[in-house]
């Protein structure tokens, strides 16, 4: 069977053979046509002697509980992966539309790629529990982010209102009080932080609107963004909260070593660089806010760790580091 060599090296596992290696592994290889909307794979379903890649048409991956499809073309990024081998399948996969499967047999190719293997690379390496929900999360997080359909972590209403307010050049401090007291925990921290030793210098803070205008509307600004941020890092599942707990504990060292460091900078507002540190590493947040939906993660707080350390790296690694 012919296929083109160089059509052969988009997909992954034959980037690393030779010209003559790949046609050896092609000898016993075939094409497959199956029928559309035909299920090709269910899930968790392993074909120990075979593996299969997409030459041609269209391909739906359905991981079929709580997360989402997704469809995968001949050439797209996706199909450069296995669609099914001798690991169990992560989603049912369903031909689509004038699908074309390359078939190779796995005792073949790994005679072909046993000298190629180190310490670094190795294909058929067993796919541990903690790997396929990992993989699930990550795969799970890039196609919602793809389809927009998952809402990254943002600011709450009321804090969004008071941002609005403070950037409104014809607001004044009884304006902005009005919007502040909407959220009586942020009024009570606005009151708290002017009546401290710092702003106060004896004098009692009897409004808010006295407050805001001792604090200064530039703190009020930094202020009501670090109150906001620190709820985003909080949820009702106990492990996930002790990780966001300490997501922010970190966090809030990043936002001073920036703030002290952009101090001694010229042209960098100091304010704008705490920010900028508090909010460094918010993709985590959202990796942890998906991973509740998977028991499998929640429930082992080694588990929990792993997937928080290795997808950002994943992701960046995806996306050619960008």
């Not at 541990?128 to 799970?140: A, K, M, Q, R, T």
């Not at 002290?260 to 900078?265: E, K, M, S, T």
């Not at 942890?288 to 429930?299: C, G, M």
């Amino acid at each position: 069977m012919k296929v083109a060599i160089e059509k052969l090296r988009h997909f992954d596992v034959f980037q690393y053979l030779t010209d003559n290696q790949i046609e050896s592994v092609m000898q016993g290889a075939k094409k497959v046509k199956p029928a559309n909307k035909k299920v090709i794979a269910r899930k968790g379903f392993l074909d120990k002697l075979n593996m299969y890649f997409l030459l041609e048409g269209e391909l739906l991956l359905d991981p079929e509980v709580g997360h989402s499809k997704t469809r995968v073309k001949a050439g797209d990024k996706r199909s450069k992966e296995v669609l099914v081998s001798n690991h169990p399948s992560l989603y049912k996969v369903i031909s689509v539309q004038d699908v074309v499967l390359l078939q190779v047999s796995v005792a073949v190719l790994e005679q072909n790629t046993i000298e190629h293997r180190d310490d670094e690379y190795e294909i058929y390496e067993p796919i541990s529990e903690s790997e396929i929900e990992e993989s699930h999360i990550l795969f799970d997080l890039l196609v919602r982010l793809n389809n927009q359909d998952y809402v990254l972590p943002s600011l709450p209403a009321v804090a969004m209102k008071i941002r609005d307010k403070l950037l409104d050049e014809h607001s004044d401090y009884k304006g902005i009080s009005d919007v502040v007291m909407m959220d009586p925990v942020m009024t009570t921290k606005m009151i708290k932080v002017a009546s401290s030793a710092y702003y106060s210098r004896g004098n009692a803070v009897k409004t808010l609107e006295m407050a805001l205008s001792r604090i200064g509307l530039n703190t009020v600004m930094d202020m009501v963004c670090t109150f906001a941020l620190n709820e985003l890092f909080k949820s009702d599942d106990s492990l996930i909260n002790i990780r966001m707990y300490q997501l922010w504990e970190h966090s809030i060292d990043i936002a001073v070593m920036s703030y002290v460091v952009a101090l001694h900078a010229e042209n960098c507002h100091a304010d704008h660089a705490m920010l900028a540190g508090l909010v460094h590493d918010i993709g985590v947040n959202a990796i942890l806010s998906l991973a509740k939906e998977y028991p499998e993660v929640t429930s082992s707080k080694k588990h929990l760790s792993q997937v928080v350390l290795r997808i950002p790296v994943k992701m960046n690694t995806d996306s050619g580091g960008r």
